[in-house]
């Protein structure tokens, strides 16, 4: 071989400094195997796409009318039914719904509570099946929560009890009607003959008017009274006061050119019944001023002790926020307790019912029963309640964003919605059934 050939035969140079042969052939690597060129799959080869290709790709989703049955279908959550009743409801009575006293403070942490907690789940269960019944005061509710007491709720939606109590009776779980609700304790049980329907009560200065409703209610066949507790005076809820909430709403020209952008509200309000009151036939002024002049604020343990003997049905107390209260409560003969600080809208940095729950639980579960309100907007919040200790819960704020989104049928969407959402947080967590759930499958972060 001459100088010339072996020249033409030595490696040439490449860019990192390794050599490949003059041939092109790839360099065997250190180990002296020679290295292997990838093939391209067949999958990632470019290619001109074929008709029968984007045929199923081309199926466009017809458009529909933007009527309320689509509108709810498309609402997932509760958050989505407060989006769309925003949308739907003038300012001051959704204020009313969605606002709280003073800075918000309570209502704030009491949500934020259930956002700062951890869920604890096992596997390898099987939760191929969810009950989510439970027992409640002597009876079976087919969801483990109820709808809360609401005031004035035809102004959210002139649907108002009627819808509420209904969509109970057809979900299977109680409806509590208020002192305060837009319809009347007669008017409620008709609607819902066949739902099991519960009465809150506020005591007024005037006894004997207390007394009247009482005798109502159980001549209506509810079955339990919930007495709330918490009201002595009024919070100072600031964007009603900001908003000028008067009972009937006031027509102003601020509210008129509110209702041009809702009308049918406005439509819905003027051509039905005016509203009408459980405890009054007729009431003009503010919310505020209707409060501080029928509640009574020198209520006493010695008030609970009277309501006990001329109640005959099931007791419950709502507004518990302390653990000495919750014991002197139950010593007193009510049936059960309610944990709330009445959706925020009363004292501004009251106790949080879900911080105060295990400690509650701890000294009285089994002894009583044991409810939580506020701050719910998911199952899950349901869930983490339960599991803590709460053999029950009630939801406010959640139904009336379902009743202002939609009527009846936004009702029953919040309740499918709330009712999914238990389920689906129970299986994840390996749990079919309330009664499993315990206090292992949450932690708080606080």
Do not use: C
């Amino acid at each position: 071989m001459t100088d010339q050939q072996m020249s033409d035969q030595e490696p040439q140079p490449v860019q990192d400094g390794s050599a490949m042969p003059a041939t092109g052939q790839p360099a065997e690597q250190s180990t002296g195997r020679p290295a292997v060129v990838p093939t391209v799959p067949a999958a990632l080869r470019r290619r001109i796409p074929k008709a029968a290709d984007l045929a199923p790709l081309m199926q466009f989703k017809k458009p529909s009318l933007p009527t309320t049955k689509n509108r709810l279908a498309k609402a997932n959550t509760i958050s989505d039914l407060r989006t769309l009743a925003k949308r739907r409801t003038p300012k001051a009575p959704f204020d009313y719904t969605d606002g709280a006293a003073e800075e918000e403070i309570t209502l704030r942490r009491a949500r934020e509570s259930f956002h700062n907690l951890e869920f604890r789940p096992g596997v390898l269960r099987n939760v191929s099946t969810v009950d989510l019944s439970t027992e409640i005061l002597g009876k079976t509710s087919a969801l483990p929560f109820a709808i809360a007491p609401t005031g004035f709720t035809r102004m959210m939606q002139s649907e108002g009890e009627y819808a509420g109590s209904r969509a109970a009776q057809e979900a299977g779980i109680p409806y509590t009607l208020s002192t305060m609700g837009t319809a009347s304790i007669e008017d409620v049980a008709a609607a819902a003959p066949h739902g099991r329907n519960w009465f809150q009560l506020y005591l007024w200065t005037d006894r004997e008017r207390s007394m009247e409703l009482i005798d109502r209610a159980a001549k209506a066949g509810y079955d339990t009274l919930m007495v709330t507790v918490d009201t002595s005076v009024a919070g100072a809820r600031l964007r009603d006061v900001r908003n000028g909430m008067t009972i009937p709403p006031a027509l102003t020209a601020k509210t008129v050119l509110d209702a041009s952008y809702r009308p049918a509200w406005w439509f819905n309000f003027l051509t039905h019944e005016p509203l009408s009151f459980a405890s009054l036939s007729r009431y003009s002024g503010t919310v505020a001023d209707l409060i501080n002049s029928m509640f009574d604020p020198t209520l006493t343990y010695a008030d609970l002790d009277w309501l006990r003997e001329v109640w005959k049905g099931k007791l419950l107390v709502k507004g518990v926020q302390t653990l000495d209260d919750a014991k002197k409560v139950v010593d007193h003969g009510a049936d059960g307790i309610i944990l709330s600080n009445h959706g925020g809208r009363q004292l501004d940095r009251a106790p949080i019912p879900l911080h105060l729950l295990p400690e509650v639980a701890a000294e009285l579960k089994g002894k009583t029963s044991i409810l939580l309100d506020t701050g719910i907007m998911s199952g899950g919040d349901i869930v983490a309640a339960l599991a803590l200790g709460a053999d029950f819960t009630l939801v406010g704020r959640a139904y009336l964003y379902g009743l202002m989104a939609g009527g009846r049928a936004g009702v029953d969407r919040a309740i499918g919605i709330l009712g999914s959402q238990t389920a689906r947080t129970m299986q994840l967590l390996g749990v079919n059934k309330i009664a499993d759930l315990t206090p292992e499958h949450v932690r708080l972060l606080r």
